[in-house]
């Protein structure tokens, strides 16, 4: 059996195509159009793995520009998907929380890997990758810098919970001379309090895996943990759980 999973993410699109024991991933921003991303990612996976799309038994697609891609058999919403693709890599997992592009979500999983319950922020972008994009604009790097220039030693409070009135207080510090590694911990630092707050509320238990692009940013690992008083566990491959699950689901 053969089967994909795309997760159109607000950010990046994701694939994932089983075949037998083989593992094709797939990646790419996901633009002003999530239909022909995900069209792209099966193409993309497609002469990975030396495949024609009839070759493909099933594919579900899932994140939320799936219902825009009509390229899928079924779609499944993010929550299943992730707590899938999680419990899969993760059998011990019971918590998961997951930061993406513009959403935050905790899953709480049984011992079977179902879903028990969830709490999701996608109202505001504090506490989401969009929060982190918006300060690294500001400090004028790469998102993907943020997790290495922190100095946690230095950490100054980022207090506004609103990423607009953030950014400015991020210019101000700078302006002030602040270090910016210290201004980076402060942003991570705000970023673990938001979505801990959310997790502390759903209730903990651990194994607590940390899912979503964002989970490759050590900064904002560091801080989930110092926030929870709990270790959480940066999930291998973090961007690909969603897609990893939906092709599970498929098959
Ligand atoms: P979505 O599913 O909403 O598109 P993702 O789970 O793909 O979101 O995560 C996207 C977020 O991941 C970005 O907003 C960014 O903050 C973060 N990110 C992406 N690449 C990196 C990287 N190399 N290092 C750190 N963070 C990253």
Redesign the pocket.
């Known amino acids: 059996m053969r089967v994909v999973g795309i997760?159109l993410?607000?950010?990046?699109a994701?694939g994932v195509l089983l075949d037998g024991r083989r593992i094709y991933t797939a990646l790419r921003p996901?633009g002003w159009s999530p239909r022909e991303a995900g069209e792209e990612i099966l193409a993309v996976l497609l002469q990975q793995a030396g495949l024609h799309a009839s070759q493909v038994d099933k594919t579900v697609a899932t994140?939320?520009g799936r219902v825009t891609y009509n390229g899928a058999d079924r779609t499944i919403t993010e929550i299943s998907c992730h707590a899938r693709g999680v419990f899969h890599l993760y059998p011990q997992a019971r918590t998961i929380i997951?930061?993406?592009?513009?959403?935050s979500k905790v899953i709480s999983i049984n011992h079977e890997g179902k879903v028990a319950d969830f709490a999701m922020n996608d109202r505001c972008a504090a506490g989401?990758?969009?929060f982190?994009?918006v300060m690294a604009n500001a400090l004028g790097l790469e998102?993907?810098q943020?997790?290495e220039k922190e100095k946690p030693g230095e950490q100054v409070t980022v207090s506004s919970m609103c990423t607009v009135f953030a950014e400015s207080e991020v210019i101000g510090l700078l302006a002030a001379g602040t270090s910016i590694g210290g201004i980076i911990a402060g942003v991570h630092q705000a970023v673990g309090k938001r979505v801990a707050a959310m997790a502390k509320k759903l209730g903990l238990v651990e194994k607590i895996i940390f899912t979503?692009?964002?989970a490759?940013?050590k900064g904002v690992h560091r801080a989930l943990c110092e926030e929870l008083g709990y270790p959480v566990l940066a999930a291998q491959e973090c961007?690909f759980t969603?897609a990893l699950g939906a092709a599970l689901l498929a098959l």
């Open positions: 997760d993410g607000s950010v990046a994701k996901t994140g939320y997951d930061i993406g592009g513009q959403d989401t990758g969009r982190l994009q998102v993907s943020l997790g979503g692009g964002v490759m940013n961007q969603g």
